[in-house]
Structure formats: structure tokens, C-alpha cells
């Protein structure tokens, strides 16, 4: 059975509860039911919520899921708030090993490369690692529990990253207290170039979410407050953006260069096509199973079935073609 470590409790401290059925955490609004205003208007997805199956050790718990990803092994990794931040199962759900203990403040994202190492962003910690699948860091940019500029060596609460197929490494940073900015490292995480900063104008950020790269290098930035994916080029160059109703989360690019996006509060998971146009939708806000209190980061298995982290609920979610 999944163990929740510390349940929403130790996750998130709500800032205010009203009627209506919605929580205000943080200035975010966390629904217990669909609200229209918040949905986009998108025929089924064609899927349908079933229990995640994961065989957890009886003598281990998983914390808030943060970030899920299906490795080049065919194995789930699921990045968490728990004591054991990094937890890997098999394709049938068997746990294969936990590694992260003790290195994480507040996991956030998680990444693979086109190498198929594995990336992940502590928000709180300040800091991005890379790893290979055995778990070993081959590369961490900022420096643990430090928070700080970029041309300092340092970062500013690193929420999640993409790396291109030159290697290039593109960091969101600004959760909510630092300023929100794209960096871009090499492939040795020296900073080449960053933009964006406060604000609601083309290339400025309220706090950038996700990000993911295309095949042709295009960037795409969750612009999570200000309900809207902004696209760049691997410069920094402005090239449009598309709406949402809802607070854009995680985004995912499927290995068949479909797009997808977790819609955080408004419990959505939605398919787009090349103008961010939502094809198919399915979940929505709620308690029950498939339900979502924030669905924040998501992945596809190579089977097709969609895994979605749900930091506030919290709970891991499993969809399956009906």
C-alpha cells in the first residue's frame, strides 16, 4: 500500500481554507471539484484512472510524488518527498532500489537526457544533478542550500530543465521567492546566457514551471501564473505563446513528439497539437482515484499508460487507455 509521508500536512501549510470547496495554499487555489473556468474544452482523452499496482517495501514509504520518468531500462523512477527522494520500479511494478537519501530539501523535477542520464532539480536546495541510471552524480550546478545568481555559480530555486540535442542544459529558476529566469549551461554546466524576469510581457515569467525541448531546439516554458506556454528559440529569442484557462504544471514530449500538459489545479491532463490547442482531456480536481489536487509533473511508459505526480493530494496517478 502507497504511504504518504506526512500526508499533505508536511507538504504544504495552507495559508487560508474558504467555502466552495477550494484551499488557497500558497496563493494557489486547490480544488475539490471540477470549476469550468479553470477547464479547457477538449473531447475525452480516451483514458481512464486505474491503482498504480507499485509494490512499495513494507519498511519504506513514498513521499509527496514530485516528478515521474520511464528510463531507457523500462523502469519507473519516481522522484518524491520522502526519505527515499528516488524510488525505481520495473515495468510490472516491482521495486528495484531507492538512492537519494539525505540529498534533497524539496524535490522537485525530473529530466532524462538524450544520453538517457538521469536530471533532477531541488527547489529549496538550490541545486540540479545529473546521474546516470546507477544512481552516480556526474554533475551538480549550484551548490546545496545556497541560493544565489546564476554568474555566481548558484541558483535560485531551480523547478525543472531540459537539455537539447547538443547538450545544452536549459534551467527554470523562481519558484516564488527568486527571480524568475531561464539559464542556459553547456554541457560542462558553465552559464552561457539567461533571460526573462518578473512580469506578464513576451519572455517575462510568474513563476516558470516546466520546460521541454522539441526536435527542431524549440523551447517550450510552463509560465505557470501567468496561465501560458511561452516558446523561445535555444537563444532566448521570443517566438509566440499559447493560453490556458488553468495553471499550466509539467509538460511532457512523448517519444512520437505528441505534447502533453499537466494543468496543476484544474486537475487536467491535456494532448496538443502544434498550437497548443488541447485535443483530449482527461482527470479533474477531487479525492477519488484519478482525481488530482495538483496534478504537477507527468510521463508516458512505453505502453502508453500516463503517470501523473500529484505533490498536494498526494498521490501517484496511473491512466490507461479505456
Given at each position: 500500500m502507497l504511504t504518504l509521508a506526512g500526508r499533505v500536512a508536511r507538504t504544504l501549510v495552507p495559508v487560508v481554507a474558504i467555502t466552495l470547496g477550494v484551499t488557497t495554499f500558497?496563493?494557489?487555489?486547490?480544488?475539490?471539484?471540477?470549476?469550468?473556468?479553470?477547464?479547457?474544452?477538449?473531447?475525452?482523452?480516451?483514458?481512464?484512472?486505474?491503482?498504480h499496482g507499485l509494490q512499495i517495501p513494507d519498511n519504506m514509504e513514498m513521499g509527496a510524488p514530485s516528478s515521474v520518468v520511464w528510463t531507457s531500462r523500462n523502469h519507473l523512477v519516481v522522484f518524491n518527498r520522502g526519505p527515499h527522494p528516488l524510488m525505481e520500479f520495473d515495468a510490472d511494478g516491482r521495486f528495484v532500489r531507492a538512492w537519494g537519501q539525505g540529498d534533497y530539501v524539496r524535490p522537485h523535477g525530473m529530466r532524462l537526457d538524450p544520453d538517457g542520464n538521469i536530471w533532477t532539480t531541488d527547489v529549496n536546495g538550490h541545486t540540479v544533478r545529473k546521474m546516470n541510471l546507477e544512481g552516480e552524480v556526474l554533475l551538480t550546478i549550484g551548490t546545496?542550500?545556497?541560493?544565489?545568481?546564476?554568474?555566481?555559480?548558484?541558483?535560485?530555486?531551480?523547478?525543472?530543465?531540459?537539455?537539447?540535442?547538443?547538450?545544452?542544459?536549459?534551467?527554470?529558476?523562481?519558484?516564488?521567492r527568486g527571480e524568475p529566469r531561464l539559464l542556459k549551461f553547456d554541457r560542462t554546466g558553465k552559464l552561457m546566457t539567461s533571460w526573462g524576469g518578473p512580469g506578464t510581457a513576451p519572455g517575462k515569467f510568474d513563476t516558470p514551471h516546466s520546460i521541454v525541448v522539441d526536435?527542431?531546439?524549440?523551447?517550450?516554458?510552463?509560465d505557470r501564473q501567468n496561465r501560458r506556454v511561452q516558446i523561445f528559440d535555444d537563444e532566448g529569442t521570443y517566438i509566440k505563446e499559447w493560453a490556458y484557462k488553468g495553471l499550466p504544471c509539467g509538460l511532457h514530449i512523448h517519444s512520437d513528439q505528441q505534447m502533453y500538459l499537466a494543468s496543476g489545479f484544474a486537475g487536467e491532463i491535456l494532448r496538443l497539437d502544434g498550437n497548443g490547442k488541447a485535443l483530449g482531456r482527461t482527470g479533474q480536481p477531487g479525492k477519488g482515484l484519478g482525481e488530482f489536487g495538483e496534478a504537477h509533473y507527468m510521463t508516458m511508459a512505453p505502453n502508453g499508460d500516463i503517470w501523473v505526480a500529484d505533490t498536494v493530494r498526494p498521490a501517484l496517478h496511473k491512466f490507461v487507455s479505456k
Open positions: 500558497a496563493g494557489a487555489q486547490v480544488l475539490d471539484a471540477p470549476d469550468p473556468a479553470q477547464m479547457e474544452d477538449a473531447p475525452d482523452l480516451g483514458y481512464r484512472p486505474v491503482p546545496q542550500g545556497q541560493a544565489g545568481d546564476a554568474s555566481d555559480g548558484l541558483l535560485n530555486e531551480p523547478t525543472d530543465l531540459t537539455i537539447n540535442a547538443a547538450g545544452e542544459i536549459f534551467v527554470l529558476v523562481g519558484h516564488g526536435q527542431a531546439g524549440l523551447l517550450y516554458v510552463a
